[in-house]
């Protein structure tokens, strides 16, 4: 126990306590209130709108495409090596963030990137068309790099825990396959799929380095707005920063719970 | 004359690996049958091949003389009870008996009180909205049987329903099952391994082995005449001794210096080395006038309403299973003994 009460304490709740103190900060070292009021400001709410809508999309998205390629290996008939492929590439995909994830993709996808340039030889003008990866699809691409890998790894033992039994007593007592899946399959996925949608939505809400690194802070995201108040040159008021920062674990705090009664929910019916 | 379900010629290979073999058999309709067998004899697939989760490489499938042999298991109006239950996890126990009716589009107030009608017959009407993990396994698989029930099926299945549960459970359930059963008058096909389950339960009892028919037949018949070996040493304790054929026609048989007898004939020429097989209740620690040996007792094994001798006669074990009488005197390890069996008793099996 004692680790464990040393380890949360020191990366845990000491920065926790230590963040909460600082939010409440003014620029001259008082107490004050001031940051959290100034949390209903245009730019703060902007930067909080844009950091649930980039990363509700990837989650949704990437929980959707990720949920449908983990069936398609799981149980829709691919040979095994597809499954071993997929599981090893996801393991190093759902890793794969930050400035070098940034750079694979303005290298690939950028204005003068390969795939760019390969479109073009097609006939394919992605930026004529409006295209560009410094943008909101573009940002949500990247992150989606790295959301579907994951949405894979977790979907995967809780499709293996759907139990053929199942299957064949619903077919027996005259279900069809979709009914199977709409009364049976599906609903006893839905806390699984759900919470791991709120695992991917946690996964790009806190995500800073890929979208700096992509966008040098062209989008108004809260985790960047964070790092423009603490250490910018511009609009530096530290205590501001902390308020936002804090405003994040208070979502991010509810999205584990959320998540946690689902997992639950999840276990019982799975495990 | 087909029954109301006819195999006919099944037979079912695994990538080449023939699992059922020339599988014949005509159920009545109202009749209980088991498939009584050890694990990879095929009992399971063939049962599967019935409920339509298998198609057989061969061989035709007949249900109330329809062909169904290539029918899709939602088509076939089987009921089936898993051995794990399958209960589904996200429904009540009302919504899980419910299931086939929903999906068959019954109108609502007909489905609930079927539903009702079936929890009462499975003793369990207060159990209507728990869910499967809040029930013992006993009752789960009472709601699973329930829920197989609840479309009337032509035809019921059950895999292995009780190897699941505790030895009490499992006597309960079976008594059950077969009350249920008798009730609605439903033909019935029971997979199991357990010989005591098959002979208590069954109309009749299809041994198998190695995805053969070794034996169809009455509980009784396949108890006191197996028809083979394997037979008669699965269904039942069995003691097999080394013996040579004296004069077949009067089933006279010699063990070392014994001279045995068997009231039927034997197939074995003169000088023949056959087994002779009996049954352990059948022996008695007494002396009789023929059929006696004399050995050393081994172990005596108390098993409640029997006691377990096991006697060391010429080489070979004797088991005597002797019925716990208030006044039986035991014997001890160690202790010569002489032990018998009528000729009615016994037979021999090349």
Redesign the interface.
Known sequence: MLPFFLFSGMFLIAPAIILAYRSLEGPDGTLTLDNYRALTTDTVIAAYSMSVRISLTTAVIGGLVGFFLAWAVSMGGLPRPFRSGLTTFSGVASNFAGVPLAAAFIFTLGRIGVLTALFQLIGVDLYGGGFTIYSYWGLSLVYLFFQIPLMVLVMLPALDGL?Q??R?????????PG?YWR??AL??LLPSILGTMILLFGNAFGAHATAYALTGGLLPLATLLIGQQISGDVLNNPGLGYAVAMGMVFIMGLSIVLYSILQRRSE??LG | MSGFLSLHGIRKEFNGVVAVDTFDLDVEPGEFVSFLGPSGCGKTTTLRMVAGFEQPTAGTIRLAGKDVTYAKANERNIGMVFQSYALFPNMTVAENIAFGLRVRKEEGSARSDRVSELLDLIHLPDKAKSYPNELSGGQQQRVALARALAIRPQLLLLDEPLSALDAKIRDDLRAEIRRIQRQLNITTIYVTHDQEEALALSDRVVVMSKGRMEQVGEPFEIYNNPATGFVASFVGQLNRLPVTVEDPALGRIRMGRNELRTTSMIEAPTGAGVSLMMRPEEITLDDAEENVLEGIVETVTFLGSIVRVQVGVEGSKVIADLFNERLLELPEAGDSTRISFPPHACWVMA
């Open positions: 139990k039994d199942w064949e007593a619903a077919e027996n007592l005259g279900a069809t009914q009364r049976v609903p006893v019982r019916w």
